[in-house]
T-cell receptor
Framework: QKEVEQNSGPLSVPEGAIASLNCTYS??????FFWYRQYSGKSPELIMS????GDKEDGRFTAQLNKASQYVSLLIRDSQPSDSATYLC?????????????FGKGTKLSVKP | EPEVTQTPSHQVTQMGQEVILRCVPI?????FYWYRQILGQKVEFLVS????????KSEIFDDQFSVERPDGSNFTLKIRSTKLEDSAMYFC????????????FGPGTRLTVL
């Protein structure tokens, strides 16, 4: 059974701090990795995608991938109350648009003003 | 900005009834998906569709489920005889052709089976 594991939280950080979200996956052939944000009652919204080992930065967000350790993380710098949501890690064996996404249960992030 | 749309936003039905959930994917996308999320649980893959046929389906997608692309724009999920446990949010997603692209999700349909 292919699994994606995340700490369910809640993770609470003060406004302006760095939030660190972690994810491990069990399928070694996974190729594409994604972080989605989901507000309560809403659909998943893509935050970051990453395909190769190392870091990828986009604004306040940095995704990190370590395929040897089967580990992917998301850092949110200068956290804002509007970042409060559940963050979903997802992986797929194929290219991002071409294979079914396997999701973790998500980590709930709360940013306190 | 192009987006995936879904109708209805909320569907209430009696157990045993048939429901059809509708989706309009992003117009130049070629890969289409249905996922579901039971309240408080993770998002689960149901089925993927490419080139007018199912390319992959999960264990959840049994004979009670079917998908169709009846025209060039709509993508539907049919549940023939709904069960209480089918109550969930159903998300449609679509993806473009390139392998580095990703899947974009619609707003979802909340299905409530009574």
């Amino acid at each position: 059974q292919k699994e994606v594991e995340q700490n369910s939280g809640p993770l609470s950080v003060p406004e302006g701090a760095i939030a660190s979200l972690n994810c491990t996956y069990s399928d070694r052939v996974s190729q594409s990795f994604f972080w989605y944000r989901q507000y309560s009652g809403k659909s998943p919204e893509l935050i970051m995608s990453i395909y190769s080992n190392g870091d990828k930065e986009d604004g306040r967000f940095t995704a990190q991938l370590n395929k040897a350790s089967q580990y992917v993380s998301l850092l949110i710098r200068d956290s804002q109350p509007s970042d409060s949501a559940t963050y979903l890690c997802a992986v797929t064996r194929n290219g991002g648009s071409q294979g079914n996404l396997i999701f973790g249960k998500g980590t709930k992030l709360s940013v306190k003003p | 900005e192009p987006e995936v749309t879904q109708t209805p936003s909320h569907q209430v039905t009696q157990m045993g009834q048939e429901v059809i959930l509708r989706c309009v994917p992003i117009s130049n996308h070629l890969y289409f998906y249905w996922y579901r999320q039971i309240l408080g649980q993770k998002v689960e893959f149901l089925v993927s569709f490419y080139n007018n046929e199912i390319s992959e389906k999960s264990e959840i997608f049994d004979d009670q489920f079917s998908v169709e692309r009846p025209d060039g724009s709509n993508f539907t999920l049919k549940i023939r005889s709904t069960k209480l446990e089918d109550s969930a949010m159903y998300f449609c997603a679509s993806g473009a052709m390139t392998s580095t692209d990703t899947q974009y999700f619609g707003p979802g349909t909340r299905l409530t089976v009574l």
